[in-house]
């Protein structure tokens, strides 16, 4: 629950003091070429972060990471700390937002607060390739009562939300369907299931009574339920040495579960040259450019979870190039006009207003330079969040 | 369909994500005049890509809404309304007013060297509208050198044929992607269309262009539908309009609408830019 009224709101503030301030910088690199989207999270400043996404050896290709305001993107801390869960009914808020950028050029710029749910990593032929990609989204499970942890194919990331299903038979005890859980993770393959985003933190996790009979299965969840309100978008990591295929086909399932939507417009991506760490590569002022996101279909409202893709059309991608599909939810937009102005939006007063942050969220900024915005510059955010109950 | 029932109704859209934000940023042409010329921002370079209404010359044609800001996908059986504008330019040159429009139907290449009735083919028919019909501007596809009258005529909102006399004029000089019809030596100040036929409110279609002098270079006539203005007003802030409160009532946007900009601005435009964000939500 957020606040029940304006005096609500004030004497929560004011009185029990439940707000946060989160203050954020960014140093932009390399330049940005004019009219891409960018997203920061693998930028250094703060919070600090080498390459996004991060490399580990765990993190195998076209499996769903989750992303998480405590874990990052499983290897570095992407996300700004902004405080933990509320507890009980209470939920946060955004109340105020404020941004800064200082550069010899590329003004004016757009800055878009987004949740990065997570992402599939892309690498080698997931990138050279022109056949479909297909997505792994869980799987097929099997579990041990005596050890409580389930074994399955993918390597998730620590808090991975998943629900579980059955066919043919009974899920292990302990287990619901229709019901979320969060990973603990074991091992590349295994994990132990938590009820809740809290006990998935505290380490406590559910006591599993039996193996369970038929088919199993488990599919990852959108920290928003459903994928209320997700967009997709592709980030580069590394650039690849040329190439610039189109989005020719797509598979993604809609927050009512229907699977088999696809992206529209078959996107182009760029080409080395608007490819750079960052970039969002279906941005800028090209033929066939969406930025920053890739098109939803008909009066779809979210994105649950990407099932396939295929890159063909253009000019394949040659080289040894990192790219992350990433699925976010928009949380608000704020403008910067020129360098060196501190702008500023009331998210209180004004519809749509106080946009809710969910528990966990891994917040990211995406950058729009109109021009081509000069390299290692700072940008700088604040937000203001408050939550009631 | 209904629409928005209420506040709660309209916040909901949000939480329920049904939302979302086109981004656009737009480099103008030159305006052959300084002072609240009507420019086209669609054959502006930028995102989206510029048009340059090509097509079959004198054969009426629609954009595709796609490649306009884009604002989503089909949403019937749902209403998709406009719920905010956002602006943000570098140069005072481009403070003035913005026009958002539905780019409707357009008749590509009029002949502005001749002065023969240039009948105009209409086997597409508008998209969106098509009843009430749009109103029409006369833009610059390649350069006019001098002023001319012309009449136009056209089917009006009753579907009957009327003509607007020898009323509306072209300025020369108007550069590429100028409003011709809408120079301030014509017009200063004004909104952008052309005079109809006395009490017509719209345009079905475009019948024929008679010139009556040549003011050479070629001229797209397009039938547009207006949406909702918007001021810029200061380099250094981004002018917002929000609905309800800034925007008290707001268009709604039909599927395949091709979104783009008429500007009028302060002072020359050529290679100058304009960005921005329109945001939407739908009814359920």
Same mark, same amino acid.
């Given at each position: 629950? =957020? ?58 290709? /076209?499996? @769903?990471? &989750?992303?998480?305001?405590? &874990? ?11 405080? =933990? ?50 997505? !792994? ?7 041990? %009562? ?18 579980? %299903? ?8 302990? /287990? ?19 009820? $809740? ?16 009979? =038929?088919? !199993? ?6 920290? &928003? ?20 295929? !189109?989005?020719?086909? $797509? ?7 229907? %699977? ?32 920053? @996101? ?56 004004? /519809?749509? %207003? ?8 891994? /917040? ?26 | ?104 139907? *357009? ?91 006395? #009490? ?16 050479? #270079? ?42 783009? *900009? ?7 435009? #050529? #290679? ?13």
């Amino acid at each position: 629950m =957020g606040y029940t009224s304006q005096d609500d709101l004030i004497n929560q503030i004011t009185t029990n003091g439940k707000r946060t301030r989160l203050e954020m910088f960014k140093t932009t690199a390399p330049v940005h070429t004019a009219g891409g989207w960018h997203m920061l999270a693998g930028l250094g400043g703060y919070p600090n972060a080498a390459t996004f996404p991060g490399a580990t050896t765990g993190n195998a290709d /076209l499996v @769903f990471q &989750s992303c998480w305001e405590t &874990s990052g993107d499983g290897v570095n801390i992407i996300g700004p700390q902004h405080g =933990g869960n509320p507890g009980g009914s209470a939920t946060k808020h955004a109340l105020n937002v404020g941004a800064l950028v200082v550069a010899a050029a590329g003004a004016p710029w757009q800055l878009k607060l987004v949740d990065l749910q997570g992402y599939y990593r892309l690498s080698t032929t997931n990138v050279t390739g022109t056949s479909s990609r297909t997505l !792994n989204n869980g799987g097929t499970f099997t579990a041990d %009562s005596g050890t409580d942890i389930i074994t399955y194919t993918g390597d998730f990331t620590t808090y991975t939300k998943v629900q579980f %299903s059955n066919s043919g038979g009974a899920l292990p005890g302990g /287990l619901s369907a229709a019901t979320d859980y969060y990973l603990v993770r074991q091992s590349a393959t295994t994990a132990k299931v938590a009820a $809740s985003l809290s006990d998935a933190i505290a380490g406590t996790t559910i006591d599993i009574t039996s193996n369970g009979t =038929g088919t !199993n299965t488990m599919t990852v969840q959108m920290r &928003s339920a459903s994928g209320v309100g997700c967009e997709a978008c592709f980030v580069v990591q590394t650039a690849p040495t040329g190439g610039g295929p !189109n989005l020719t086909a $797509s598979d993604y399932t809609n927050t009512a579960g229907t %699977s088999g939507r696809a992206f529209q417009g078959s996107p182009s991506n760029g080409a080395a040259a608007d490819a750079y760490a960052t970039r969002i590569i279906h941005s800028g002022n090209a033929t066939g450019r969406y930025g920053p @996101f890739l098109p939803r279909q008909g009066a779809d409202t979210g994105i649950a979870r990407i099932n396939s893709f295929t890159w063909s059309g253009g000019t394949a991608y040659t080289g040894s190039g990192v790219i992350a599909l990433c699925i976010v939810k928009p949380i608000l937009d704020i403008v910067v006009p020129v360098t060196g102005m501190y702008s500023e939006r009331d998210l209180v007063n004004q /519809l749509m %207003s106080m946009p809710k942050i969910d528990d966990g969220a891994c /917040l990211q900024w995406l950058m729009f330079g109109t021009g081509a915005t000069t390299t290692a510059s700072p940008v700088n955010t604040t937000l203001d969040i408050g939550w009631g109950g | 369909m209904a629409g928005f029932k209420s506040f709660a109704d309209l916040a909901k859209a949000q939480d329920e994500g049904r939302v979302y934000s086109g981004h656009f940023s737009k480099t103008a042409g030159a305006s052959a005049s300084n002072v609240w010329q009507w420019i086209d921002l669609s054959m502006g370079t930028g995102n989206p890509m510029a048009q340059y209404y090509a097509a079959s010359p004198l054969e009426a044609a629609a954009l595709v809404g796609r490649r306009g800001i884009y604002h989503g996908d089909d949403k019937t059986p749902y209403k998709k309304f406009l719920t905010g504008i956002s602006l943000t330019a570098t140069s005072a040159n481009m403070i003035g007013k913005y026009l958002l429009a539905d780019y409707l139907l *357009f008749y590509p290449f009029i002949d502005g060297t001749s002065l023969d009735e240039q009948q105009m083919v209409n086997d597409v028919t508008l998209p969106r509208y098509a009843s009430e019909g749009g109103k029409v501007i006369a833009v610059a596809t390649a350069v006019l050198t001098a002023n001319a009258y012309f009449d136009m005529r056209y089917i009006n909102q009753d579907g009957v044929e009327r003509s607007t006399g020898y009323v509306n004029r072209l300025a020369g000089p108007s550069a590429i992607g100028n409003v011709a019809n809408a120079s301030v030596a014509l017009a200063s100040g004004s909104f952008p269309y052309l005079s109809l036929y006395g #009490g017509d409110t719209g345009v079905r279609s475009i019948s024929s262009i008679t010139l009556q002098a040549a003011p050479g #270079g070629l001229i797209a006539f397009a039938i547009i539908k207006p949406l909702q203005m918007a001021q810029f007003l200061d380099t250094n802030n981004t002018t917002e309009k929000q609905f309800p409160f800034g925007m008290p009532v707001t268009p709604e946007i039909l599927d395949g609408a091709y979104l783009n *900009f008429l500007a009028s601005t302060a002072a020359t435009s #050529g #290679g100058l830019i304009v960005t921005g964000r329109l945001d939407f939500a739908w009814s359920k």
